[in-house]
């Protein structure tokens, strides 16, 4: 429920889905996160408040509660990763193929992607296995993020092996998985033979990897220009997520600026005071 702007983060991956044409959502949930399922209720008496209030201009902001999605929720009961949390949705995916949206990044600004809507293009022509969305780091950041190794070039690619969070000097490329993936049901079988790899955890990365080995057909689709990945799981891009997000509000966006302005201004005659009296 951590909030970019005006919204929590979820509910701009929520939104990011309908646009792209899903209809049907599961939200794996854990211990003190009912607050998420209550958000994207209709809240009655919070329109009755502010109708009554005199905030009308406030309604607009509700809109999110009439999207046609319907909700589903499951609750992974220990954190044993991301590989097992993608399990508690078998009972519900059964054997269709599913998308799955990590919800601690946004996809483009405002979470204005249509990403998924071409990978799902691309998993009906191609009909791997599974599709990656994957994007570019700089090498100090790929031990943060799953590494793949592309067999071929392009901005849709096959997959040839990958790495969970490797060290700088064994990445196999700097294509960073980023957070959106479509799976066939396969995906399941590999879980279910996966060990507990990085962190102790049941890797979503290594169970792919059993895919590869399989002879499965594994895809990578690069984030396309413009799209950006805000990657909340960290503060330094949490922060600038927020300020990008909040400079660009229609409302209040030119306000933002003006103060950012102030303030850097405000920081480099500081800065510029230390360097003098250092000087001196
Ligand atoms: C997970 C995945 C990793 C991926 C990342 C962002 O890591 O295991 O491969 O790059 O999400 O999509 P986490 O952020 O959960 O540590």
């Known amino acids: 429920m951590l909030p970019v702007a005006k919204k929590p983060v979820v509910q701009y991956v929520v939104e990011e889905m309908e646009a792209n044409g899903i209809n049907q ?17 209709f809240d009655h008496e919070l329109t009755r408040t502010l109708r009554e209030t005199g905030k009308e201009d406030l309604l607009p902001e509700l809109e999110y509660e009439r999207m046609r999605m ?9 954190q044993k990763g991301l590989g097992d949390a993608v399990l ?7 054997s269709e193929p599913f998308t799955v949206a ?67 000097k064994d990445a196999p490329s700097n ?17 279910n033979h996966t060990y507990a790899g990085k962190g102790g955890e049941i890797q979503l990365t290594d169970a792919i990897r059993i895919l590869i080995r399989e002879g499965r057909k594994v895809m990578g689709v690069k984030l396309p220009a413009g799209d950006i990945r805000y990657d909340i799981g960290n503060f330094g891009a949490y922060y600038r997520a927020f300020i990008e997000f909040a400079m ?33």
């Open 25 to 41: 959502i599961l939200l794996v949930t854990g211990r003190n996160k009912t607050s998420i399922e209550n958000h994207f209720d």
């Open 70 to 78: 319907q909700f589903f929720f499951t609750r992974q009961r220990k």
């Open 88 to 94: 508690c949705a078998q009972k519900f995916t059964k």
């Open 102 to 168: 990590l919800g601690d990044s946004i996809i483009g600004l405002h979470g204005r992607s249509r990403l998924v809507e071409h990978m799902c293009h691309v998993f009906e022509e191609e009909k791997p296995s599974c599709i990656i969305a994957v994007q570019e780091v700089t090498p100090d950041k790929v031990s943060s993020y799953g590494i793949v190794k592309p067999a071929s070039d392009g901005d849709v690619f096959t997959i040839s092996d990958m790495v969970e969070k490797p060290d700088r």
């Open 175 to 191: 294509l960073a998985v980023s957070a959106r993936y479509i799976f066939s049901p396969e995906i399941y079988g590999a879980i």
């Open 248 to 280: 660009d509000d229609p409302e209040y966006g030119e306000d933002v600026k003006a103060f950012i302005r102030e303030k850097a201004g405000e920081n480099s005659k500081e800065a510029r005071l230390r360097e003098n009296r250092a000087l001196r």
